[in-house]
C-alpha cells in the first residue's frame, strides 16, 4: 500500500481574539485579570478543525477558499512556523516552503550573499548552493544586480530572488502560498511553469491560491476550505464550481436591476437579458452542440445614433472570457437613429461550449467613428448564468475533455498498416 507524502489528520488551531505572547508587566497581568472578570467568556476563534486530507508522492493538489478561511493556517502548521492545537500531521521528505517570499533576507547584504544566506536558512548545504548559484541567478532575471545590496530592491526583484532560491531547494514537499500574486505576469507564468516542471519530477506539492485558473492548470484535486473546515475535496474542476456557485449563487432571471448598471446614467440601459430555446421559452441550460440564443432587451434613454450590443460569454470555472458576439458582426443587423423607447434584440449563435457552467456580460458600445470619451455607454457583468449539459437532445453521449470548445470535426479512417 502506497503511503502518503503528507498525511493530516483532525488538525486543528484555536487562537485567542486579543491574546498577546509578548513579555507582560505587574500591571498588565492586573489589568488583564480585571478584564477577564467582567467577561462572560473568552473570545476564541477555531482558525482550522477537524482537517483531515492525504496527499501522495507525485500529486499536486490545490487549497482554494475564501479570505479568512483557514488556507494560510494550514500551510503555517505543515511548515512548522505555529503549533497545532489538536490533530497531528505527517511530512516524508525534505520541505520547502514558499510561504513568504524573502523571509530571511537581509536588506544590507547583496544579492549573491542573499541567496546564500537564503538557501541556508531552507537546508541547503553550501556545495549545493554553489551548484545551483548560477541557475537561481538566469532564473531570477538579476544577473546585473547581484552584486548590488537588496535594499535597493524593487518589491518585485524581492520575489523574484527569493522564489528563485526557494524554487531550487528541490525539495520532495513543496509548500506554496499566496505568493505568486506579488510579480508580474511574465514572471508568474515563469513560476506556475517552474512548479510544473516540479510536480512532473515526482515532487509533491500542496498550493493555495485564489487564482483558479493556476490552479485548474496545476491541479487534479483540490481542497475548498470555509471556516476552519475542508467543505469539499475532489477533482479541480468540481470543487471550483461548486466554490464559485456558493459565493455566486446563480442568476437565473435575467432581470437587471439598477444596482447592477456600471454607469446608470447610460444613453442606452440594459432591462433584461434571457437565454431561450427554438419556441422563445426561457430555460437556463442548453445542450452540448445546440444553438444559443439570447434574447436582450434595452431601453434607449436619449436619442443614439449608432449603438452596438456584444455580450460575452464567461466560463465560471476561471472566470475566462470564452467568447464575444457582436450584432455589428451579422451585416444584416444595424442599430441606428435609435429614438428613447424599449427595444428586443435576439441573438442566435452556435459556439460548441464544453458542458458547464457560464455567465453573459452586457455591453453597450458606440458604433464605428463615434468617439466613446464623454458618452455614456452601459455595461452589466454576469447578467445571467446558464448551464451546457454533458448530453445532447438525442441523448447521444460526448466524451469529458479539456478545453472551452468543441468544434465539429469530420473522423476517417483511410486504411490499415500492414504489421
Not at 550573499?113 to 536558512?121: K, R, T, V
Not at 444553438?291 to 443614439?304: K, S
Request: include cysteine; hydrophobic fraction near 35%.
Amino acid at each position: 500500500m502506497t503511503v502518503p507524502t503528507i498525511r493530516v489528520e483532525n488538525l486543528g488551531k484555536l487562537y485567542q481574539i486579543g491574546e498577546r505572547d509578548s513579555y507582560r508587566t505587574l500591571r498588565d497581568t492586573i489589568v488583564r485579570s480585571f478584564q477577564r472578570s467582567h467577561r462572560k467568556s473568552e473570545e476564541h476563534i477555531w482558525a482550522l478543525r477537524d482537517v483531515s486530507f492525504d496527499v501522495y508522492e507525485g500529486e499536486v493538489v490545490g487549497c482554494i477558499g475564501g479570505n479568512g478561511a483557514g488556507k494560510s493556517t494550514l500551510l503555517k502548521l505543515l511548515s512548522r512556523i505555529t503549533e497545532p492545537t489538536e490533530g497531528s500531521f505527517e511530512l516524508r521528505g525534505r520541505v520547502s516552503s514558499l510561504l513568504d517570499i524573502g523571509v530571511g533576507f537581509h536588506p544590507e547584504l547583496t544579492g549573491r550573499e542573499n541567496i546564500f544566506l537564503s538557501g541556508a536558512i531552507l537546508g541547503m548545504k553550501k556545495r549545493e548552493i554553489t551548484k545551483k548559484f548560477n541557475e537561481i541567478v538566469k532564473f531570477s532575471e538579476l544577473e546585473r544586480f547581484i552584486d548590488t545590496p537588496i535594499k535597493h530592491y524593487s518589491t518585485g526583484m524581492w520575489v523574484r530572488l527569493g522564489f528563485a532560491v526557494a524554487a531550487h531547494m528541490e525539495p520532495e514537499i513543496l509548500l506554496v502560498d499566496e505568493v505568486l500574486s506579488a510579480g508580474d505576469a511574465a514572471f508568474q507564468k515563469k513560476c506556475l511553469g517552474k512548479i510544473d516542471e516540479a510536480t512532473g519530477q515526482g515532487r509533491t506539492v500542496l498550493i493555495v491560491s485564489h487564482n483558479l485558473k493556476a490552479i485548474t492548470d496545476l491541479c487534479e484535486r483540490c481542497l475548498w476550505i470555509d471556516h476552519g473546515r475542508i467543505i469539499r475535496s475532489g477533482g479541480t474542476q468540481e470543487v471550483i464550481v461548486a466554490y464559485l456557485e456558493s459565493t455566486q449563487p446563480q442568476r437565473t432571471s435575467g432581470r437587471i436591476e439598477p444596482d447592477m448598471h456600471e454607469n446608470p446614467n447610460a444613453d442606452a440601459l440594459f432591462c433584461q437579458v434571457t437565454i431561450v430555446n427554438a419556441t422563445d421559452q426561457h430555460v437556463t441550460k442548453i445542450f452540448f452542440g445546440e444553438t444559443l440564443r439570447i434574447m436582450i432587451q434595452f431601453e434607449v434613454v436619449r436619442p443614439v445614433s449608432e449603438l452596438r450590443i456584444a455580450a460575452g460569454l464567461e466560463r465560471h470555472q476561471d472566470g475566462i472570457t470564452v467568447a464575444m458576439v457582436h450584432n455589428n458582426d451579422d451585416p444584416t443587423s444595424t442599430l441606428h437613429n435609435l429614438q428613447p423607447g424599449v427595444y428586443s434584440l435576439q441573438v442566435e449563435t452556435k459556439i460548441p461550449l464544453s458542458p458547464g457552467g457560464y455567465s453573459i456580460n452586457l455591453e453597450a458600445k458606440p458604433g464605428t467613428g463615434i468617439p466613446r470619451a464623454g458618452r455614456n455607454w452601459d455595461v452589466v457583468r454576469r447578467a445571467i448564468d446558464f448551464n451546457v449539459e454533458e448530453f445532447t437532445k438525442q441523448g447521444e453521449g460526448v466524451p469529458s475533455v479539456d478545453g472551452v470548445i468543441r468544434p465539429s470535426s469530420k473522423w476517417r479512417l483511410t486504411g490499415k498498416e500492414s504489421q
